[in-house]
């Protein structure tokens, strides 16, 4: 899809959505896929954008500071959460908050994931990260 095709088609509806949705307290927006343009969808009315960062990019590191909106990623939902470690999940965590720099994050997997796969003890070790970077 081309800029224009994006900016004449697809931005209208974004945008149309998000006034539907503006009253709400917190409004994240996920760009599904690889996302061409963050900066760009970081101007919408939104409070945070989350992305596949370590599954499709780009990395968080790219991005922080050019975002109008929260950074909300980090933690791969393809391997690293449903098939790593607590100890990995940690590291990604840790590793998402260096890239991040003093700008704002909320830790989170990158897109959906299957409850019943993902094993308890990573949702934990996000949580736990979180705290000890606290």
């Not at 101007?43 to 954008?49: E, K, L, N, R």
């Not at 908050?97 to 897109?111: E, F, V």
Request: with cysteine; hydrophobic share 40%; aromatic share 4%.
């Amino acid at each position: 899809m081309g800029e224009t095709t994006y900016r004449d088609l697809v931005e209208p509806t974004d945008l149309a959505i998000l006034k539907s949705a503006s009253p709400a307290r917190f409004n994240i927006l996920h760009a599904c896929g690889v996302p061409c343009d963050l900066p760009r969808l970081s101007t919408y009315p939104v409070h945070a954008i989350n992305w596949a960062d370590r599954a499709g990019g780009p990395c968080i590191r790219e991005v922080a500071g050019k975002l109008d909106a929260v950074i909300c990623g980090g933690v791969n939902n393809l391997k690293t959460l449903p098939s790593g470690t607590p100890e990995q999940v940690k590291r990604e965590v840790r590793d998402a908050l260096a890239q991040a720099g003093d700008a704002p994050m909320i830790i989170s997997p990158g897109c959906t994931f299957d409850p019943d796969v993902v094993p308890p003890a990573n949702l934990d070790a996000m949580i736990e990260a979180v705290k000890a970077c606290g």
